[in-house]
Every structure is written in structure tokens, then in C-alpha cells.
């Protein structure tokens, strides 16, 4: 089976198109930020640095690879100012500008600045939906009448974000920087939230649906830890045997099938126009679920040498894909789900020791067969987002969505 073909969805178009670069061997992105002076008392450049340091501290927090140029319009005057000589020839009518020094529109300085480091045609230009008109449709108009083969393949427009229904601006104070949100949050579960929406839909940042984001990465890191902890005698074993040259166990055939599945979900769903939601609602779900229950099944009884290879293969694709994503950070699993919870303890205001008296308290009630009592107990901790879970004799703690007894 070949790979899925790469669609993007072109807003000059309103259609999906497939993907195809103009120098395959050559890839390059550029992003660029159009910073504007504000009514404070400071140099507009210091302004416009210190919102561009906060940008790049958050975009490093969520784990965003960096750009290889990150342009700024102050120091690409040059080249401004050569793409508007361009446009006004000494041969043509122009005229001088009466209003003393000024600086250049807004749009010509786009130009300028994709040309200079992407040549005046290439193969993606992104930004926000409020972009495309007029910006970019100014964006076209001068760059074809500067640059005789000026083009950009494909447009990619995305969604914006909103606070409780009402879009995030300044003037009604409730923009949320990413440093804000990581303060409530891990940084893995905002770039979850993030990636849960399509990038061509307007997302809503609500409390609720970073709890589900929350839920959601303490669910696949807790996943790959017990599976981690299943699979570390297996993995010292297998290495052994390598070494004797004995022979490999085969993966079971359920669990290649899911493997092949979810590798291939994952394709389509990226080529579909980068539609990580759908496969992080779906195929990953589908391959952390079938990991479960096979842990299940190891702890009832011991398995065949291809149970533990199948998890093994399962386990490492999952991982792969997720390092793609950009969801798998370095720290150990158990690093991981306990900073997870650390950030649960603080959003329900309550600290660990309380949650290890109530544990305490709850095993006495049931001791003594007080089961409202214990059910009274791990509601109200429900209600502030900590579940407690029965393992045998033991009760653990975890993270969850806040519950809600129904009235």
C-alpha cells in the first residue's frame, strides 16, 4: 500500500489540493510578526521586542521547533525600500511623498520579506482568517506587479482562538498568553488543546475543554508508563537472547493489524489536510485501548513471548507518532504524570496531603463498612478533579474532569 496522497485545503481555491513543491529538494518556511506601537510611552522596537521574546518563550514551552529566520520589518528596510523602487520605475509616473518622513503600508513590507528569503514565488503562505482580505489580496496585487513571476501555490488560512465564545482582543482584556495558561496547565496538555481543533476552525478556550485535554495526556502517559513497566523485563530479556542469536518471537496478527492501522490512520489523517484531531480522537485511542486491555490480560495470567513483542511494536509506533506531534517530551513518563498532577492539586487548591488523609480516612469508613460515608468522600474530591482508584488492598489518586453529582 502506498502513502496517502498530501492535501491541503487552499483558501484561493476553496478546495483541497494535493500538495506539490516547487523544489522538493528545498523546503523553507517563514513566519513573520507585523507588531504595531501602542499608546504606551515606549519605543515602538522595545515594544515590539518584548512581544516577540514572549511569543518565542511560549512557543518554546510548547515544544514548537524554531524557525530557521525569524524576519522582523525593522531590520528588512532595505529590501523594502528595493521592492518599492521596483514598483515605481524612473520611466513611469510616480509621485513624492508630501508628508515628510513616513514608513512603508503594511502590505509591501510582507513582500519584501517572503521574497527576500523565499524568492517572490513559493509553494505555502500562511495566517490568521483575518488576513486574507486585504492584507494578502494586497499582498498579491503588489507582489505581481514587483515580481514578473510572483506566485504562492497554496494559502493556508487558520481559525482563531476564543475566550468562553467571545474572540480574545486587548480591549476586552481576556487574552490568555501561553505562560498564563502554563501556569494551570501543563505545557503538553496546551499543546494538546491546540492540536484537538482543526487549524482552519475558530477554537474555544474554555476551562472544560482543557480538563479534557488534561484527562486525555494523563491517559496516554500513564499508558505508556505501565506499559513501560510491563515491557523493561521483556526488553533486558530480548536483548539477551539477540546476543545468543536465539529466536525472535513473532508479533501476534491483532497486533499487527492495529499497528498497520494506526500507522495508516495516522498518514491519511495528516494528509488530509493536517487533520490531527481526527486522528487523535480516533487511531490513537483505538491503539492506547488495545494496549490496555492486553495489559489486562498479562496481569491475569503469564503470556506467550508474542504478547510481549506485540506490545512492544505497538508501544514503539505509538511513541513515534507522538514524537512527530510533538507529544512526547524527554522527562520519564512518571515525571510526566506527576507533574500532571501537580497542576490538578493546584487548580483544585488542595495539596497532596489533604488527598492522602482523605484515602486514609476513606479505607477506615469502608473498614468499618460506612460505604456512604467513602462514596460522600470520593465525590466531593470527584467534584474538585481527583479520582480515587481501587487497586486490590491499595487506593492511588489520579487526575480527571472535574465531576458534577447530578441534582
Not at 495566517?127 to 489580496?137: A, K, Q, R, S, V
Amino acid at each position: 500500500m502506498g502513502h496517502p496522497v498530501f492535501n491541503i485545503y487552499n483558501t484561493m481555491t476553496k478546495r483541497k489540493e494535493i500538495f506539490t513543491p516547487k523544489d522538493p529538494e528545498n523546503n523553507k518556511a517563514c513566519i513573520y510578526i507585523i507588531k504595531r506601537a501602542n499608546l504606551k510611552k515606549e519605543d515602538p522596537l522595545l515594544l515590539s521586542n518584548e512581544y516577540c521574546q514572549k511569543f518565542m518563550e511560549g512557543m518554546a514551552d510548547l515544544q514548537c521547533l524554531s524557525s530557521t529566520h525569524e524576519s522582523r520589518v525593522s531590520t528588512h528596510m532595505d529590501q523594502i525600500k528595493q521592492m518599492m523602487a521596483t514598483v515605481a520605475k524612473p520611466s513611469e509616473p510616480s509621485w513624492d511623498n508630501p508628508w515628510s518622513s513616513g514608513r512603508p503600508g503594511w502590505h509591501i513590507e510582507c513582500s519584501a520579506m517572503s521574497t527576500h528569503y523565499l524568492a517572490s514565488s513559493f509553494d505555502i503562505h500562511d495566517g490568521g482568517t483575518d488576513l486574507i482580505f486585504p492584507h494578502h489580496e494586497n499582498k498579491i496585487a503588489q507582489s505581481s506587479v514587483a515580481c514578473s513571476k510572483a506566485k504562492v501555490s497554496y494559502w493556508m488560512h487558520n481559525g482563531h482562538m476564543t475566550k468562553d465564545g467571545k474572540k480574545m482582543s486587548k480591549s476586552l482584556g481576556n487574552v490568555v498568553l501561553i505562560h498564563e495558561a502554563n501556569m494551570d496547565y501543563h505545557s503538553l496538555v496546551v499543546r494538546y488543546f491546540l492540536m484537538s481543533a482543526h487549524n482552519r476552525s475558530h477554537m474555544d478556550h474554555t476551562k472544560e475543554q482543557l480538563e479534557i485535554a488534561s484527562d486525555s495526556v494523563y491517559y496516554i502517559y500513564q499508558t505508556l508508563h505501565d506499559s513501560e513497566k510491563v515491557l523493561s523485563p521483556y526488553r533486558r530479556e530480548n536483548v539477551e537472547e539477540e546476543r545468543s542469536n536465539s529466536t525472535k518471537a513473532q508479533i501476534a496478527s491483532d497486533a499487527q493489524n492495529h499497528v498497520s492501522k494506526l500507522h495508516n490512520d495516522f498518514e491519511c489523517k495528516i494528509s488530509d489536510g493536517l487533520h490531527t484531531p481526527e486522528f487523535l480522537k480516533s487511531g490513537l485511542q483505538d491503539a492506547l485501548r488495545f494496549i490496555n486491555n492486553t495489559l489486562d490480560m498479562v496481569k491475569k495470567k503469564m503470556p506467550q513471548p508474542s504478547v510481549f513483542q506485540s506490545l512492544d511494536a505497538l508501544e514503539s509506533e505509538i511513541k513515534e507518532l507522538l514524537k512527530i506531534l510533538g507529544l512526547l517530551w524527554p522527562p520519564s513518563y512518571l515525571e510526566i504524570l506527576e507533574s500532571l498532577k501537580e497542576k490538578a492539586l493546584k487548580r483544585a487548591n488542595i495539596k497532596l496531603d489533604y488527598v492522602l488523609q482523605k484515602i486514609e480516612e476513606r479505607a477506615e469508613a469502608r473498614k468499618h463498612r460506612d460505604y456512604l460515608k467513602a462514596d460522600e468522600m470520593r465525590q466531593d474530591l470527584a467534584s474538585k478533579g481527583i479520582i480515587f482508584m481501587d487497586e486490590g488492598e491499595k487506593t492511588v489518586w489520579r487526575p480527571m474532569r472535574p465531576f458534577t453529582t447530578p441534582q
